[in-house]
C-alpha cells in the first residue's frame, strides 16, 4: 500500500511512502482521527540523511507484522525535523527532560491532544543492551493506554505543564561586555583540546560558530591565544577523516577525539558554516590551507549539492551501496591498500597510503581507512600527488554514489549564500559569487509570498507548506546582507530588511526582548518553542540579533539595533557559562563592542579598478561585523553613500562608527589600516 506520505515534498517521508505501515503528516487530521479511534498518536521523527532512521525504518518500519501492530493500535505520524524544526524541538525538549538524552530517531508517543507521555530515540527490532524491543514498546504503551488512562494522562499533563513553564530568563537589557567574553574565552580554553584542537571528547563536531568569535576576538583585542585555538583546530579538522581529502567538503562529526572517523553524511549548513570560517581565517591569517579548504568546500557546494532551480539540497547521505547491493555507512569515501593498487598501480599506490594514511590494517571498519593528511616529514611531488588525487576522485565517481535530500531549506540556503558570496569576493571567483546570486534569486522567487514571509522548504521549484521559522528568517536576512556588502545592489539590503521588519514584529517578546523560534502566527504546538543556544548552525535567536545588527548599521535604524542588543542580554546570561554552546551569539557581541564598523565605498562604477580594490579592501578587513556599502558618487542603492562624494574626483572610502566618522580615505593601505585588514 502506498501511504499518505506519497504526495509529500520531504525526501525523508518519501523514503516511508511504501512502507507498510499507515503513516500520517502532522496535521489536524491526524489528531482529529486519533481522538476518533480513541487511541495514542505514534510520532516518529527523523531526517533523510539519518543512519539509525534508516536503520530503525528497515528493521521496524518495514516489517510487516510491526506495521500492523502499529496500524491497529496507533495514529502514526512521520515528521521531517528538517521542514518541522519547531515540532521536532518542542519533543525534543520533551525527550531530552525525560531520559536526559536525545537524538535521531525521535519516537514519542502522544495523546490526541498532542500531549507526549512516553519517549525514545531507536527502538532495536528485538531487545539488546537493555533496551527493550520495539514492539515491547508498542505493547506496553497500548497496555498503559487501555488500562491504565489516568495515569497516562496525568503524565501527560505534568510534561506539558513543566514544558510550558521552563520560560528562559534571558539575562535582562544589558550587553555582554568585555568582562563576559573575557570569561566566554577562558572557559574555552578550559575546554579546549591542546593535542587535537576543538572542545571537549568524542564525538567532536566542528565548533564553526565559536571559531567565528575567536577570530572576532582576536581582530578586536590581538589576544594570540584565540587565533591559535581557531588556526589549530582548523588545521587539525582540514587534516583529519571529518574532511573529504579528494572531493572537499565535511562530514557531520567524528566519531574519535583526533577527527579520524566521520560520521559520513554531508549536511549544507555545516559545509555552508565552514566554508566561511576557512575564508574568514585566510582573511586574518593568509593560510594557505584555509584558502585551498574555502575555494574546495565551495566547489563542492556548487558541485555536489546545488539544484536545478539554483537553490542548495539539504544534505548527502552517509550510507551508500558498497557495490554488493548492501547499504554502507562510508561506503563511498573510504579505501583499502588493495583498492588503491587496482587504480594507481603499485608505485603511486604506495605513496597515496603514506600521504593519505592508508594502512594495512585500516582506521575504519573490515580493513579500510579514511583519508587523512597525517602530518610527515616526508616531502611529497605536488604534481604528483595532484595526479593521483585526480584518478582517485574519477575511481570513486564510478562508485554508487550516496542519496541526495533535494529538499531546499531557506535558513541554510542563506548560510550558503554568505559564505559563497565571501569566498568568491576575497578570492576572485565571480562564478561563487553567481551561485549565490542565483541561489538568493531562487529564495525571493520561490520562497518569499507577497508578504515576504518566508517558506521553510521547497522541492523541484515547488513551495512547501510549511512555514518559516526564526533561523529562516535571519538566516536568509544574513545571506542577503553579505550579497548587499559584495554585489553593490542594495535590493538585497531591501530584501534583508523585509525580513528582519518580520522578526520585529512577530518573533520578538517586546516586554522581555526574548526571541521566539515561531511566529506569533504560527500553528500553536504544547508550548512555543525557543532556544538561544547554537547547536549544529546558529540558533534563529542568535542570527537574527547578527541580522538586526547588521542591518542596523546599513540604515542607521533605532528599533533594530535596539533589538539587536535586547536580544543579546542571553548572551550575556550564557557566554561566561556555556561559551561552546553560543559561539554566534559571542561574535555578535563581538561585532557590538566594535561598533560595528560602518564602510562606504563611493566610486565611479563597478569596473573602475581604483573603486574595486578600495571595495575589496573594505571586504577583507577583519573589523567584526562590518558592513560595505559600494556604489557610484550620488547613488541612492544604500543609505550609507548618502552625502558621501568622490574627494578629488577620486574613489574614496568613508569608515564610521558609533556616530563618528574617520576622514575619508583614497588609499587602499589606509582603509587597510583601519579595518584590521593585513597587508
Not at 214 to 222: F, K, M, N, P, V
Not at 473 to 480: K, T
Not at 587 to 602: K, N, S
Request: charged share 25%; with cysteine.
Amino acid at each position: 500500500m502506498a501511504n499518505r506520505l506519497a504526495q509529500a515534498t520531504s525526501p525523508y517521508l518519501l523514503q516511508h511512502a511504501d512502507n507498510p505501515v499507515d503513516w500520517w503528516t502532522w496535521s489536524e487530521e491526524a489528531f482529529a482521527e486519533a481522538r476518533r479511534r480513541d487511541v495514542p498518536v505514534l510520532l516518529s521523527v527523523g531526517y533523510s540523511s539519518c543512519h539509525w532512521c534508516h536503520v530503525m525504518a528497515h528493521e521496524s518500519f518495514e516489517d510487516q507484522a510491526t506495521a500492523d501492530e502499529m496500524n491497529a493500535h496507533f495514529v502514526n505520524v512521520k515528521v521531517d525535523r528538517e521542514e518541522r524544526p519547531d515540532v521536532d524541538a518542542v519533543y525534543m525538549e520533551a525527550v531530552q527532560a525525560a531520559t536526559g538524552q536525545g537524538g535521531w530517531p525521535m519516537t514519542v508517543f502522544l495523546t490526541p491532544d498532542a500531549e507526549p507521555f512516553y519517549f525514545g530515540t531507536y527502538f532495536p527490532p528485538a531487545p539488546r543492551h537493555g533496551m527493550p524491543s520495539f514492539r515491547q514498546v508498542l505493547q506496553g504503551v497500548r497496555q498503559a493506554w487501555q488500562e491504565r488512562r489516568d495515569e497516562v494522562g496525568e503524565v501527560a499533563g505534568k510534561i506539558t505543564r513543566d514544558l510550558a513553564g521552563r520560560e528562559l530568563s534571558v539575562g535582562g537589557d544589558e550587553l555582554p561586555g568585555e568582562q563576559e567574553l573575557a570569561q566566554a574565552l577562558l572557559g574555552l580554553t578550559r575546554e579546549y583540546d591542546p593535542q587535537r584542537g576543538g572542545f571537549g571528547g568524542a564525538p567532536k563536531f566542528p565548533p564553526s560558530m565559536v571559531i567565528e568569535f575567536l577570530l572576532r576576538h582576536h581582530a578586536r583585542t590581538g589576544a594570540e591565544g584565540a587565533l591559535q585555538m581557531a588556526a589549530d583546530t582548523c588545521e587539525r579538522m582540514a587534516r583529519g577523516g571529518i574532511y573529504d581529502q579528494l572531493g572537499g567538503g565535511f562530514a557531520r562529526y567524528s566519531v574519535d577525539r583526533d577527527w579520524v572517523v566521520p560520521h559520513f553524511e554531508k549536511m549544507l549548513y555545516d559545509n555552508a558554516l565552514l566554508c566561511r570560517v576557512y575564508a574568514h581565517l585566510w582573511r586574518t591569517t593568509g593560510s594557505e590551507l584555509a584558502r585551498r579548504v574555502a575555494l574546495e568546500t565551495a566547489d563542492f557546494m556548487v558541485r555536489e549539492l546545488r539544484t536545478p532551480e539554483g537553490g542548495f539540497a539539504s544534505a548527502l547521505d552517509a550510507d551508500s551501496d558498497d557495490g554488493s547491493g548492501r547499504q554502507v555507512e562510508g561506503a563511498y569515501y573510504v579505501w583499502t591498500p588493495e583498492q588503491l593498487r587496482e587504480v594507481l598501480g603499485d608505485d603511486d599506490a604506495d605513496l597515496a597510503a603514506r600521504y593519505f594514511g592508508v594502512t594495512e590494517e585500516g582506521t575504519f571498519e573490515e580493513g579500510a581507512s579514511v583519508l587523512q593528511l597525517p602530518q610527515r616529514d616526508e616531502v611529497f611531488d605536488a604534481a604528483r600527488i595532484d595526479g593521483v588525487r585526480e584518478r582517485l576522485l574519477a575511481a570513486r565517481a564510478r562508485r554508487p554514489a550516496p542519496g541526495r535530500d533535494d529538499k531546499v531549506v531557506a535558513a541554510w540556503n542563506g548560510l550558503a549564500i554568505a559564505a559563497l558570496a565571501e569566498t568568491g569576493a576575497y578570492f576572485g571567483r565571480p562564478d561563487l559569487v553567481e551561485a549565490a546570486v542565483a541561489a538568493g534569486d531562487l529564495l525571493v522567487r520561490v520562497h518569499l509570498d507577497e508578504q515576504a514571509r518566508i517558506a521553510r522548504t521547497s522541492k523541484d521549484g515547488q513551495v512547501g507548506a510549511n512555514a518559516g521559522v526564526l533561523e529562516d528568517y535571519a538566516d536568509v536576512a544574513e545571506g542577503f546582507l553579505a550579497l548587499a556588502s559584495v554585489t553593490g545592489e542594495g535590493v538585497w539590503l531591501d530584501f534583508a530588511g523585509l525580513l528582519v521588519d518580520h522578526v520585529l514584529a512577530r518573533f520578538l517578546d517586546v516586554e522581555s526582548g526574548a526571541l521566539y523560534d515561531t511566529a506569533s502566527d504560527a500553528e500553536r504546538l504544547i508550548r512555543r518553542p525557543q532556544d538561544p543556544t547554537d547547536n549544529a548552525a546558529p540558533s534563529g535567536w542568535t542570527a537574527a540579533a547578527g541580522a538586526l545588527l547588521g542591518y542596523a548599521a546599513h540604515t542607521g535604524s533605532e528599533p533594530h539595533r535596539t533589538a539587536a542588543e535586547r536580544a543579546l542580554g542571553v548572551v550575556k546570561a550564557l557566554g561566561p557559562r556555556v561559551p561552546r554552546f553560543i559561539g554566534w551569539g559571542l561574535a555578535v557581541a563581538e561585532a557590538v563592542l566594535d561598533g560595528p564598523r560602518e564602510v562606504a565605498v563611493a566610486g565611479r562604477g563597478a569596473d573602475d579598478p581604483a573603486t574595486a580594490e578600495l571595495h575589496r579592501t573594505a571586504l577583507l578587513g577583519t573589523a567584526p561585523g562590518a558592513v560595505v556599502a559600494v556604489g557610484t558618487e550620488g547613488s541612492d542603492e544604500f543609505p550609507l553613500l548618502a552625502d558621501r562624494p568622490l574627494v578629488d574626483g577620486a574613489p574614496a572610502a568613508y569608515v564610521c562608527r558609533n556616530f563618528t566618522c574617520d576622514a575619508p580615505t583614497t588609499d587602499p593601505g589606509r582603509l587597510r589600516t583601519a579595518l584590521g585588514g593585513r597587508a
